[in-house]
């Protein structure tokens, strides 16, 4: 994250929407505090995600504690190396809780070589089960993995509410996911001067399968690419894909509203 200053409140949304995906322990600043910004913005409610057990037993917790906070629970691809059965039991456990609405993130990266594919591939496939076992949406990390993870969903089948956290695949990839019906999720990188691809998949994507998300603190739209990424930032990535969609953003504000709750469940 970088060391500069949290950027200004942007203009606040016509109507209200959800962030999908953002690590509310990552951001460094008090989740109260966080939540109060983004309700300024428009952003009404937030699913704080984990990536290992750690991390996952503490969104748990916040998810307990805010009734606007739902969580996710995972180990995530890159941490996948010698993760246990008792490891995998106790995702399984947090996972069943009433407020956790979420098995990930999980997936496969590809990018770093931090976790090997045999490792990863187990994992994904664990995590897929746990999704259906407990009945949650499960949230894929894909990074430069595209074909297999498609081919892993297939083989295992894919829970009844899949999302693709942060997408990145292309606009043919994107019609497959439709075709499957899998929600995508935009995240500020749509908003990045060299993301032409990504705004193409963003066009291809039907409007009842589309999600925004920040992945805070991560990936920090246009205008402040660079700066520290928070909840309240994301009405610069919704303005931006009302724009490439050619729809109203109020109209894209409610789609993804509705959206949000066939993904996670009811708020």
Partial sequence: MSDEPFPALPEPLPAPVFDSHCHLDLVGLPVEEQLASARA?????????????ESSRLCAETAAEFDDVYAGVAIHPNDTTGVTDAVLDE??????????????????DYYRDWAGKGDQHR????????????????????????????????????????????????????????????????????????AE?????????????????????FLTPV?????????????????????????DLAELCAAIDANGVRAFGPW
Avoid: Q, W
């Fill in 223 to 247: 205008p402040n690419r660079g700066r520290p990424n928070a909840s309240y930032l994301i009405p610069h990535t919704l303005r931006l894909m009302a724009e490439v969609k050619g729809v």
């Fill in 91 to 108: 995702i399984a456990a947090l996972a069943a809780l009433p407020h956790v609405r979420a098995v990930g993130e999980t997936g496969l």
């Fill in 41 to 53: 913005a428009g952003i009404a409610r937030i699913v704080t995600i984990g990536v290992d057990l």
């Fill in 197 to 217: 691809p990504l705004r193409d998949a963003l066009r291809a994507a039907p409007l009842d399968l589309l999600l925004v998300e920040t992945d805070a603190p």
């Fill in 123 to 194: 994992s994904f496939r664990a995590h897929i089960d746990i999704a259906k076992r407990t009945g949650k949406a499960l949230v894929i990390h894909d990074r430069e993995a595209h074909d297999d993870v498609l081919s892993i969903l297939a083989d295992e089948g894919a829970p009844e509410r899949t999302v693709f956290h942060c997408y990145s695949g292309d606009a043919d990839m994107a019609r497959i996911c439709a075709d499957n019906g899998y929600f995508m999720s935009f995240a500020g990188n749509v908003t990045f001067k060299n």
